[in-house]
T-cell receptor, first 112, second 118 residues
Framework: DAKTTQPPSMDCAEGRAANLPCNHSTISGNEYVYWYRQIHSQGPQYIIHGLKNNETNEMASLIITEDRKSSTLILPHATLRDTAVYYCIVRVAFNRDDKIIFGKGTRLHILP | KAGVTQTPRYLIKTRGQQVTLSCSPISGHRSVSWYQQTPGQGLQFLFEYFSETQRNKGNFPGRFSGRQFSNSRSEMNVSTLELGDSALYLC?????????????????FGAGTRLSVL
């Protein structure tokens, strides 16, 4: 079973910041939080990952709470192309096991 | 750098037939994983290959099998197709096995093969 809980869907106005929450209360000390997204009928795309510090890249920012039991993915200026299903995943970063357990994710609708 | 390539993109088969799907990983990646995606079950892990060996396996029947070649390319086979096998089959590659601080176990997915079983 997936180790994360996400809301099934969210709406966000175009141009606004989209904040996608994720709960991972049973996360282990050596597990990272990864985010992927899947645009309709395409393969999932890696967005960002982090351990305990906040992370930012050209796509998004990741805010992880101090107790690491939850996190938020932030898309700073959402566009219509950001409409997708967003998956929050916890897994070990340096591991021989490449298996990803996907949950149901959050379907993000960007509204024009 | 070319991404993960899956062929064919679309496939139509009938019940009882078998099918072979192909995946070419990103150059330098040695791990290839396969996933099945259906509206009802979502994304489910099928199996993973590394250095021509199956390293991990999900909960799928023996009709689903795979292999990996010395150049890391992988194939997935489904025998005796059932209607419920209709799905998007996704392949992902990663640099695992040579994991570095930079790589950090990121999987890169192909566009998938959409299989329809009639």
């Amino acid at each position: 079973d997936a180790k994360t809980t996400q809301p099934p869907s969210m709406d966000c106005a175009e141009g606004r910041a989209a904040n996608l929450p994720c709960n991972h209360s049973t996360i282990s000390g050596n597990e990272y939080v990864y985010w992927y997204r899947q645009i309709h009928s395409q393969g999932p795309q890696y967005i960002i990952h982090g351990l305990k510090n906040n992370e930012t890249n050209e796509m998004a920012s990741l805010i992880i709470t101090e107790d690491r039991k939850s996190s938020t993915l932030i898309l700073p200026h959402a566009t219509l192309r950001d409409t997708a299903v967003y998956y929050c995943i916890v897994r070990v970063a340096f591991n021989r096991d490449d298996k990803i357990i996907f949950g149901k994710g959050t379907r993000l609708h960007i509204l024009p | 750098k070319a991404g993960v390539t899956q062929t064919p993109r679309y496939l139509i088969k009938t019940r009882g037939q078998q099918v072979t799907l192909s995946c070419s990983p990103i150059s330098g990646h040695r791990s290839v994983s396969w996933y099945q995606q259906t509206p009802g079950q979502g994304l489910q892990f099928l199996f993973e290959y590394f250095s021509e060996t199956q390293r991990n396996k999900g909960n799928f029947p023996g009709r689903f099998s795979g292999r990996q070649f010395s150049n890391s390319r992988s194939e997935m086979n489904v025998s005796t197709l059932e209607l419920g096998d209709s799905a998007l089959y996704l392949c992902a590659s990663s640099i695992t096995g040579q994991a570095t601080l930079k790589a950090k176990n990121i999987q890169y997915f192909g566009a998938g093969t959409r299989l329809s079983v009639l």
